[in-house]
């Protein structure tokens, strides 16, 4: 940003974050000074705020952090972020000029103070528990915590509570659990053969009383099963409802089992069935795996959920492993569904600096972003392996070490693309091993065949592969 | 899992997609001794856990995959260099922010910049142009032929007439039919004579449709030279090729058909009576104050529409000029405003060829209009391929009066931009953008961001290319 105002914007970076192409131009239109009776900047340049003049009597307060992005706005909209931030942003970009240094109002502060340590800029603040508490919520949870220290009665009493809230939780998934096993029996004895046309009916029915049983992480699975199972080749469905039952399967065993597990592995398993680690306590957790490297972000794609909710994932490969190592990372985001699209807060071949938090697992993969920089637009990838042996080694690994995972990312270089059929793709190498890739990817992969061979990073579920990425003799390709 | 046998774990797979009901799942020899220490559990749940878990460590067993298709090499051995980096930003984001109504026009006229300048596209952006590339298949090159080709049949080379690397006289006959009349139109343009033997030749060969089109490629530079070829057509078997012999015949220059229709044409072109032709006028300075334009008479004036278009469909602009004795500003300057006769003189240009008359016709239309011409006038323009006008007319154009008064009127609305200053951009040189930037300035970004983005595009390849 030019001018006194330091950080992140841009442009580009603006029209990236922007929900859709409605709030861009809705943005655009109020992009004048005499609409906003306040803009101002800190005197260091790195949070802006102004106050827009809306529908409302009172005018809407805006305020942006330029260092990440982050942004707050009193107006009721539900696309984040909405116009008010986006042109609060383009002014600073186009007209630094207009804001004026001034002293932070305290409703600046209070936002700030209340904002979490992330410093990323997140479309949704709340990654793990995505319906669970927001910005200012986090604030009250914390203004508790101080009560309770003030009043250790009430403290004590809170403390039984949730220990009463927690035991019942528990009876009630393991309710559910049984509840799933015997539905699986059921499917096994009717056969998997015809489970494609039960599935819908006989899904959402389970999938309803595992939502009862509070175990919403199995029900989430079980409802996305039917959507997988068509996206899934013919030939491998069954397969893939094999692998996926089986997984559930584990689950259930394993959670009834959990006091024989290594810890890593009973956080896998308690996150399968849906409890959820609080963001605030994983950034503070010492013992969480942190790796500080430089990222390349290969890959953004978002996804409704059965449960309504749009879950934005960030995949990014550390461009500095440690030699040998392909290290992959995973970021989630939640927002709802009825809010539309929302804007990424990074866009493939992106380079960032960060450290990555994983949550405790037998294989890290998912984390979150503690501190992040920009560093360039694009970047090299690291060596990877060769062959697409060394991608498999890598999943079934991975698949040891976390049984009901449903899929993992395998990074491999010196692979080909090949047509197997009319509508199918396939990753070769040169010992002729195939990896079958997603039809719904055909036409878009289609510019890398003929090719030569090229480094890519895919997800695999052990039936099909999807591209995230590849960094090929033409520049890097990223899915659409 | 050690111990279970790839045998084993099919038959237990087969019991599974049968139904256990039917049968029943029999635990192999090395789960047995884990089904004994898991009393009270339904055994089933158990075998059935772990030997899907074992196929999961499966690795993908497909039959040997197909060659990579021609098609694919083709698309990657374009000798044209990919466009820059910094462009093809540009370019995608024009894609991404303009809408539907306009990118059928816009982002081919953005292709056609791409084309001009010497370069491709980037084969990963193709997916996304696909309708584009669908749509402008008479000026497609190598990489996007061959991608049309593969998004028809990634598996096989089923179009293998997508894939020629270049056409010339010898594999033409071969190509797309698109293709075909690009090559031609092109060749005829430069010797009439041998392109008419090319045609002549290939004739026989051809189903009705293909003789039909192929004689309407003489449309480029017809002359008498070609008369007893397109009218041993004439009396062909097939009406198509009946009917393309007939529009042929009707436009050949110096025939006595045509010679009647451009007579009455002119007709429609009187001086007016007593009035003398001012000194300006003569040397051009002022507007032909004797001149006047009578199309024939009708009561329902769209009978008298049709009956014009019919009458000046196939003649040009330089034909009534040279045939009332005016010169073609003088005939342009009497018509009124966005008249169907200055499109016929468009449709004609464009059918033969004649792009000189073409620029002639945009500039008059960006220039010597009362006001500046609206964005439904620009689209039509714009989507027949106008090139842009000269460096000097741009110049005229962006110093106008009337071009002041488009950008007074975006700037006091926060309209978004419905085609007019986006499809000025397109019409305009690439040395005249950094002046038209700079006179929309003060547009609202709502209104300005599409021809920007346009104009991005135009300065991003310039910049790879700074000698051109």
């Known amino acids: ?480 | 899992m050690k111990g279970m046998s790839r045998a084993e774990i099919e038959g237990l797979r087969q019991a599974m997609l049968l139904g256990t009901s039917r049968r029943a799942l029999m635990p192999p020899p090395a789960l047995q001794a884990i089904l004994a220490s898991k009393e009270g559990v339904d055994p089933s749940l158990y075998i059935f856990a772990l030997a899907g878990q074992q196929r999961r460590f499966e690795r993908p067993s497909v039959a040997l995959p197909h060659e990579v298709p021609q098609a694919a090499m083709h698309l990657h051995r374009d000798p044209l260099p990919i466009l820059p980096a910094a462009a093809r930003r540009a370019f995608m984001r024009l894609l991404d922010i303009v809408g539907k109504d306009l990118a059928t026009v816009v982002i081919p006229a953005a292709m056609r910049r791409v084309t001009a300048a010497g370069m491709r596209l980037h084969p990963f952006d193709l997916p996304r142009l696909v309708p584009h590339l669908k749509a402008s298949q008479e000026t497609l090159g190598i990489a996007e032929r061959a991608f049309l080709a593969l998004a028809e049949a990634p598996a096989k080379d089923d179009r293998p007439d997508l894939l020629s690397m270049e056409i010339t006289a010898e594999n033409w006959i071969d190509a797309p039919k698109s293709q075909r009349r690009l090559f031609l139109r092109r060749q005829r343009m430069a010797d009439p004579a041998a392109t008419r033997a090319l045609i002549e030749s290939a004739l026989p060969q051809e189903s009705a449709a293909g003789r039909a089109d192929l004689l309407r490629t003489l449309v480029v530079r017809l002359g008498p030279d070609d008369v007893g070829l397109i009218e041993s057509f004439a009396r062909d078997r097939s009406n198509l090729v009946r009917e393309a012999a007939t529009f042929l015949l009707a436009r050949v220059r110096g025939t006595p058909d045509h010679a009647k229709r451009l007579g009455t044409a002119a007709q429609c072109f009187q001086r007016k009576k007593g009035a003398a032709k001012s000194l300006l006028s003569m040397v051009g300075v002022a507007k032909s104050a004797t001149l006047a334009y009578i199309p024939p008479p009708s009561f329902d004036f769209n009978k008298q529409l049709a009956a014009v278009e019919t009458l000046f469909e196939g003649i040009s602009l330089p034909d009534i000029a040279g045939a009332t004795g005016c010169t073609e500003q003088d005939i342009l300057d009497v018509l009124p405003e966005d008249d169907v006769v200055f499109w016929a003189f468009h449709a004609t240009a464009m059918l033969e060829g004649d792009t000189s008359t073409q620029q002639v016709l945009t500039e008059h239309q960006l220039m010597a209009t009362r006001v500046f011409p609206e964005a439904y006038t620009l689209v039509r323009l714009v989507a027949a391929g106008a090139l842009p006008v000269s460096v000097p007319q741009a110049n005229s154009i962006l110093a106008s009066e009337r071009w002041s008064k488009v950008v007074v009127n975006a700037s006091v609305t926060d309209a978004q931009d419905f085609g007019q200053l986006v499809l000025t951009a397109a019409l305009l040189p690439t040395q005249v953008l950094p002046q038209f930037r700079s006179t929309i300035a003060g547009v609202s970004p709502v209104a300005s961001r599409l021809a920007l983005a346009f104009a991005d595009i135009v300065a991003a390849i310039a910049a790879d290319r700074p000698s051109d």
């Not at chain 1, 192409?21 to 943005?27: E, G, K, V, Y």
């Not at chain 1, 996804?303 to 970021?331: F, H, N, S, Y």
């Not at chain 1, 070769?428 to 039809?439: A, E, F, H, R, Y």
Request: with cysteine.
């Open chain 1, 1 to 480: 940003v030019a001018g006194e105002i330091s950080g992140i914007l841009s442009k580009d970076r603006i029209e990236q974050l922007a929900p859709d192409q409605a709030s861009l131009s809705a943005a655009l239109k109020l992009q004048k000074p005499a609409k906003w009776p306040v803009l101002a900047r800190g005197d260091e340049g790195d949070v802006i705020w102004g106050e827009c003049q809306g529908s409302r009597a009172t005018p809407y307060r805006v305020v942006v952090v330029t260092a990440d992005a982050g942004y707050k706005c009193t107006c009721p909209s539900r696309k984040f972020p909405c116009k008010h931030v986006l042109a609060l942003q383009l002014m600073a970009c186009d007209t630094p000029a207009s804001f004026k240094p001034g002293s932070v109002p305290d409703w600046v502060r209070e936002w700030q103070a209340r904002r979490r340590p992330a410093k990323a800029p997140q479309p949704n603040t709340d990654a793990e528990s995505p319906t669970g508490p927001g910005a200012s919520l986090a604030a009250a949870a914390a203004a508790q915590a101080e009560e309770k220290q003030a009043d250790p009665k009430a403290a004590a009493r809170a403390e039984a509570q949730r220990q009463r809230l927690r035991q019942e939780r528990e009876a009630a998934v393991v309710a559910g659990l049984d509840e799933l096993d015997r539905w699986i029996v059921d499917q096994l004895s009717l056969g998997l053969a015809g489970f494609s046309q039960r599935a819908p009916q006989s899904v959402r029915a389970l999938s309803a009383r595992l939502v009862d049983s509070k175990a919403q992480g199995l029900a989430n699975r079980i409802e996305m099963l039917a959507a997988d199972l068509f996206r899934a080749p013919e030939p491998s469905r069954d397969d893939l409802l094999l692998g996926r039952l089986a997984g559930l399967s584990l689950i259930s065993f394993a959670y009834r089992d959990q006091a024989a597990l290594p810890t890593a592995l009973r956080e896998d398993v308690r996150r399968a069935v849906g409890w959820t680690t609080r963001r605030e306590d994983l950034l503070e957790d010492h013992a969480a795996l942190r790796v500080a490297s430089s990222w390349s972000v290969i890959a953004v794609r978002s996804e409704v959920q059965p449960d309504r909710l749009r879950r934005m994932d960030t995949w990014l490969l550390d461009r500095k492993p440690p030699p040998g190592e392909v290290r992959i990372a995973l970021l989630t985001d939640y927002g709802p569904a009825s809010a539309g699209s929302v804007g990424a807060a990074f866009a493939p071949g992106e380079v960032i600096d960060a450290e990555i938090v994983f949550y405790p697992s037998a294989a890290p993969l998912r984390g979150l972003l503690n501190s992040s920089t920009p560093s360039m637009r694009e970047g090299a990838w690291p060596a990877l392996p060769q062959g697409l042996a060394a991608g498999f080694a890598a999943y079934e690994s991975a698949l040891a070490q976390q049984p009901w995972m449903d899929a993992w990312p395998m990074a491999m270089s010196n692979v080909r693309l090949v047509s197997l059929s009319a509508d199918r793709l396939a990753l070769t190498d040169s010992n002729g091993q195939v990896l079958p890739i997603d039809m719904g990817q055909t036409s878009d992969a289609l510019p890398l065949l003929g090719l030569a061979p090229f480094s890519v990073v895919v997800l695999w579920d052990g039936c099909v592969a999807e591209l995230l990425a590849a960094d090929t003799e033409i520049g890097p390709w990223y899915r659409a």
